[in-house]
Nanobody, 114 residues
């Protein structure tokens, strides 16, 4: 059974930073493509960043230069470092694992105040 557990969300002022973490179990982590997605109220879920098994990364244009995704295959974790946060980054952030299908965490709220 695949489990993805996010942590690290919260409330921050614009310009601040937050670090999200996702702990995975039930998969061979090093083979999974890991990612972060977000969904703001009234909007569709959108890709934020992904990282492949060989550390190739991909970012949404809106977060390039501000967010960094990384993974630790020894700890089965993926992290999203978010800097220079903007109010439009406010959303529920979801961890995703692509491993014989799509698997999702329960989500963590990020709120950026102006």
């Amino acid at each position: 059974q695949v489990q993805l557990v996010e942590s690290g969300g919260g409330l921050v002022e614009a310009g601040g930073s937050l670090r999200l973490s996702c702990a995975a179990s039930g998969i061979i982590f090093r083979f999974a493509v890991m990612g972060w997605y977000r969904q703001a109220p009234g909007k569709v879920r959108e890709l934020v960043a992904t990282i492949t098994s060989n550390d190739n990364t991909n970012y949404a244009d809106s977060v390039k230069g501000r967010f960094t995704i990384s993974r630790d295959n020894a700890k089965n974790t993926v992290t999203l470092q978010m800097n220079s946060l903007k109010p439009e980054d406010t959303a529920v952030y979801y961890c995703n694992a692509k491993y014989y299908g799509d698997h999702w965490g329960q989500g963590t709220q990020v709120t950026v105040s102006s």
